[in-house]
């Protein structure tokens, strides 16, 4: 176990305490985990937002980094976000059927839950399965072009050298 890579996240909490980036991030927490809901009324539920300070890495014996500027942020999350997600699990379900024969992941119907800059979720059920995206996306157009490249798609394809 020594020897197996590990990450270690150095963050500043903080608690939501406005109403409306209360209900923000209720909804998609709750679009992750739906068994939960109001969990954040009924028992004193609360969110909070992490902000990396520092990571460290340890790959292995004598492979001990600190890492700066790692995490990106989530340009989709709010409305926009809430869209795209509604468009595809709305409009496009043998899309989503297609991403998980792709990947290799059982099942025939699958619930989209998010989407970041690096891929998006999938609830298959009660399991959550993160798909990347073929080449990182930082616009709802790209998300888009990555969507419908990866539904045309015969197999994953092989994703582009990301820095990190």
Not at 32 to 38: E, I, T, V
Not at 54 to 83: C, M
Not at 111 to 132: A, N, S
Request: aromatic letters at 10%; a negative charge.
């Amino acid at each position: 176990i020594q020897a197996a890579g590990r990450l270690t996240l150095l963050a500043e909490a903080r608690q939501l305490n406005e109403e409306g980036t209360i209900e923000a991030a209720a909804a998609r927490y709750y679009r992750y985990f739906p068994q939960a809901r109001d969990f954040h009324r009924i028992h004193d539920f609360d969110f909070w937002v992490l902000e990396p300070v520092r990571w460290r890495f340890i790959g292995g014996f004598g492979a001990i980094h600190w890492l700066d500027n790692v995490a990106l942020a989530n340009p989709f999350t709010g409305t926009a976000e809430a869209g795209m997600l509604a468009h595809m699990n709305s409009d496009h379900a043998p899309a989503l059927a297609h991403y998980l024969t792709l990947a290799g992941i059982p099942g025939e119907a699958a619930e989209m839950v998010g989407i970041d800059t690096e891929g998006f979720h999938l609830r298959v059920g009660q399991r959550l399965h993160w798909l990347p995206f073929p080449t990182s996306c930082n616009s709802p157009l790209e998300v888009r072009q990555a969507l419908v490249q990866l539904a045309r798609a015969a197999q994953w394809p092989v994703l582009d050298e990301r820095s990190g």
